[in-house]
T-cell receptor, first 113, second 109 residues
């Protein structure tokens, strides 16, 4: 049973560019959450998608946007990249209403230069 | 004030030691709590899930919640070098997991 799959694993972008990160949830899960983890910090909640809609959002600017497809996979888009956006981006999937069942992927490490 | 706070450490112990990892929380409405373990360059993995007050034991791991002081603890018995990781606590139940910095644990042989 495949867990959460994220792509790419590593990415280098230039300041001002745009980036798209992808996530395939664990089989049977219908909810996808995205987190940003800066070096030495805990994961910070960006937003959560359920039924193809953003259900809840953390304290992140509108430069961060997302999408969820009918097959539950999801994308995180970041526009106008800043150096401070360099971080590990984690996707977590779950079954709606079950917070104990969050399964995290290994993340995409984004470096903005 | 963050919803959960942890001492980032690092906490360095010899193999075989009993480890105590702690977490405080601010929202008295939290009923469920989770401990995640995160190895370097990996995503967090759920270690234990516990409800309200009292203890929950799973092998070498024991989770303890003290609601009166809003304090959560994770005890690791007979610690192993493979336990070296960052440990994160988070509220559970109907709440989306939110994390503090986590505590870095180093178990040296």
């Amino acid at each position: 049973d495949a867990g959460v799959t994220q792509s790419p694993t590593h990415l280098i972008k230039t300041r001002g560019q745009q980036v798209t990160l992808r996530c395939s949830p664990k089989s049977g899960h219908d909810t996808v959450s995205w987190y940003q983890q800066a070096l030495g910090q805990g994961p910070q909640f960006i937003f959560q998608y359920y039924e193809e809609e953003e259900r809840q959002r953390g304290n992140f600017p509108d430069r961060f946007s997302g999408h969820q497809y009918p097959n539950y996979s999801s994308e995180l888009n970041v526009n106008a990249l800043l150096l401070g956006d360099s971080a590990l981006y984690l996707c977590a999937s779950s079954l709606s209403g079950q917070s104990y069942g969050y399964t995290f992927g290994s993340g995409t490490r984004l470096t903005v230069v | 004030q963050k919803e959960v706070e942890q001492d980032p450490g690092p906490l360095s112990v010899p193999e075989g030691a009993i480890v105590s990892l702690n977490c405080t929380y601010s929202n008295s409405a939290f009923q469920y709590f989770m401990w995640y373990r995160q190895y370097s360059r990996k995503g967090p993995e759920l270690l234990m899930y516990t409800y309200s007050s009292g203890n929950k034991e799973d092998g070498r791991f024991t989770a303890q919640v003290d609601k009166s002081s809003k304090y959560i603890s994770l005890f690791i018995r007979d610690s192993q070098p493979s336990d070296s990781a960052t440990y994160l606590c988070a509220p559970g139940g109907s709440y989306i997991p939110t994390f503090g910095r986590g505590t870095s644990l180093i178990v040296h042989p």
